[in-house]
């Protein structure tokens, strides 16, 4: 069972004992702290996880345009930097908030987002401070790290979320 199914609550229906057993220390079990299948069919007409995931992978592909000067881009770090002004992070930060925000995995998500973003920040300012090395150091390293922990946030929420309607 992955990480937003066991904090979710995720899972097949039949699997209720497991899920009590997979609870975190505090929560009171699985009526209130599991999605429902309206729930489920409701994010994921909020948001095109897919076209989420998509654009958040080709972030790497800007920056390292940006950093080989094969790019017309003006990027900002002070805009890169905030996390609520893709669409991923409107939807966080708006009807996603609303839906999933009671939830423990939910917040991992929002930080592992905003992270990514403050690391996205991190490589523009290096590279405008002339130093492309450390620029892609932190691509190719923390950056990379935090790309990959978002986007493996989000497969494990459209699994989890898509195990509810079937």
């Not at 999605?35 to 390292?64: C, F, P, Q």
Request: aromatic share 6%.
């Amino acid at each position: 069972m992955g990480f937003f199914s066991q904090l979710f609550g995720i899972d097949k229906p039949d699997d209720a004992m497991q899920q009590n057993s997979s609870r975190l220390p505090g929560d009171s079990g699985v009526d209130d702290m599991s999605i429902d299948a309206a729930t489920a069919s409701a994010v994921l007409a909020d948001i095109d996880i897919d076209t989420a995931i998509a654009a958040h992978e080709n972030w790497k592909l800007r920056l390292r345009n940006y950093l080989d000067k094969k790019s017309a881009e003006d990027l900002k770090p002070e805009v890169v930097c905030l996390d609520d002004r893709c669409d991923l992070g409107k939807w966080l930060h708006g009807s996603g908030r609303q839906r999933l925000g009671r939830y423990p995995a939910f917040s991992v998500l929002i930080a592992r987002h905003k992270f990514f973003h403050l690391q996205a920040s991190t490589v523009v300012a290096l590279a405008q401070a002339g130093d492309r090395e450390k620029a892609n150091q932190t691509l190719d390293t923390i950056y990379r790290h935090a790309s990959n922990q978002v986007v493996l946030l989000l497969k494990e929420l459209k699994r989890g979320l898509g195990r509810q309607l079937h």
